[in-house]
C-alpha cells in the first residue's frame, strides 16, 4: 500500500518494509505462543483499513489489522507498527469471547478478515474430528474503527444476532469458516466458504440450520450479519468436502451480458458460478446420482450437484489396475480395498466401518481445490 509493504509471519509477527528498497521500517511481535498453533504455523493475509472518520497523519489513520493463532484481532497503525488505542481493548479484540473453555490451538484463525463496508468479517479454522463439541463456527462482524462486536451469525440461534447470553456460549460443533471469504461493497455482501459440522465424516445429530448451510456459499448482508442467500455444493457432507478457497468477484460473460459473478473452486475439482446478486447458478448445475452406503445411509442425500459445462479438475477414476504396492499381495490387497471403496467422480463412497481406500478428505486434496483462490485479487 503506497510506498510500503506490510507482511506477517507463521506466528503472526506484523513486519513493514519499504516497498522499493525491502528495508525494514517496523515489526510488531504480539508475542504467540507455540502452544498455540492448531495444524500448522501460517498466517494467509492481513486487511489494510482507511479510518473515515480520522484525519490525515492521525494515530491509525490508516491501519492493518490481523488474526492471531491465540485468537486475538489486533489492529495497528500503519505508520508505526503501534497498537491502535481505540481498537478494542488496547488495540485488540478477544475473539474467544463467547467461544467457551477451548484447549490452545483447536480454535485458531490463519487467515484475516475480510473487509465489507468498515465491518471486518471474522471466521476461524476449527481442529477437525476431534469432539462434536468443538468450538463454535460462528462468523461475527466487528466494526473496523471501534473493534466493536456488530453482528453474529450463530446456526444454533437463529434470529438471533448478538453475543450470547452471560453464561452461555456460541452454539458448538457448527460449521465454520477457515479459509479467507470475498466482500462487495457495492452489494453490501460478504461470500463465506462454509466448511461442515464437527466430526465431519458423520451427521446424524446435526441441525437443520447446519445440514442447510455446511459446505455451501453462503452470502451475509454485512450491515445485519443476516443470511441474503446460499448455495450448497454438497449435500449431508460426510466426506469433510468444505470449501476451502476464496471465491473470486468477476464479471462473467453471458448471452445477455457481464453478470456480477462469483466463482468458487471446490475439492470436488469443479467450479461453481453464480450471480452473486442473486445467488442463482450462471452454469448448468444437474444433480446426479451420489453413492450409498456407510454407517448412515439413511440420512445421506441421493443425489449430488455437478457442473455440466464448465471446464473442471476432475482426473480419471481410480481403477484395479492404478493400485500399487512393494509386494504383489499389497497391491492385491489395495485392489480388493478398491472395489469396495471405489473413488469414482467428485463425490467417493462414505464412510464404512470395515478398511477401505484413503480418506475422502486426502482424496479432494488431491483432485480438488486448495484455500487459494483462482487469482489474486485486490481487498
Known sequence: MGDRLYLCSALNKI?????????????YDPVVSSDAVGYNASCRGLVYFEDPTATAGELCATRVVNLTHDARMI???????????????GGSVNLLEGIGDTAPGFYAPTSPPTLV???????????????????SGVIRGYSAVTGELEWA???GRPGETGAPPEGEVYTPGTPNVWTIASGDDELGSVYLPMGNSAVDYWGGDRSDAENTYST?????????GRVARHYQTVHYDVWDYDSGGQGTLVDFPTADGPVPAIIMPSKQAQFYILNRETGEPLVTIEERPAPQGGVEPERLSPTQPYVTDFPNLLKPDL???????????TSCGAASS??????????????????????????????????????????
Open 117 to 135: 463496508r468498515d465491518v471486518l468479517v471474522v471466521g476461524s479454522r476449527v481442529s477437525d474430528g476431534q469432539t462434536r463439541e468443538a468450538p
Open 153 to 155: 451469525r450463530d446456526m
Open 338 to 379: 478398491s472395489t469396495e471403496r471405489a473413488m469414482k467422480g467428485s463425490i467417493p463412497r462414505p464412510r464404512s466401518i470395515s478398511p477401505g481406500s484413503s480418506s475422502p478428505a486426502i482424496m479432494a486434496a488431491r483432485i480438488g481445490a486448495g484455500w487459494r483462490s483462482i487469482r489474486s485479487r485486490a481487498s
Open 319 to 329: 481403477t484395479e489396475a492404478d493400485m500399487w504396492g512393494r509386494r504383489r499381495w
Open 75 to 89: 489492529a495497528l497503525d500503519t505508520q508505526t507498527g503501534q497498537p491502535c488505542p481505540d481498537f478494542g481493548t
Open 216 to 224: 455451501a456459499i453462503v452470502a451475509l448482508d454485512v450491515e445485519t
Open 15 to 27: 513486519t513493514a518494509l519499504d516497498a522499493a528498497t525491502g528495508t525494514q521500517i517496523w515489526t
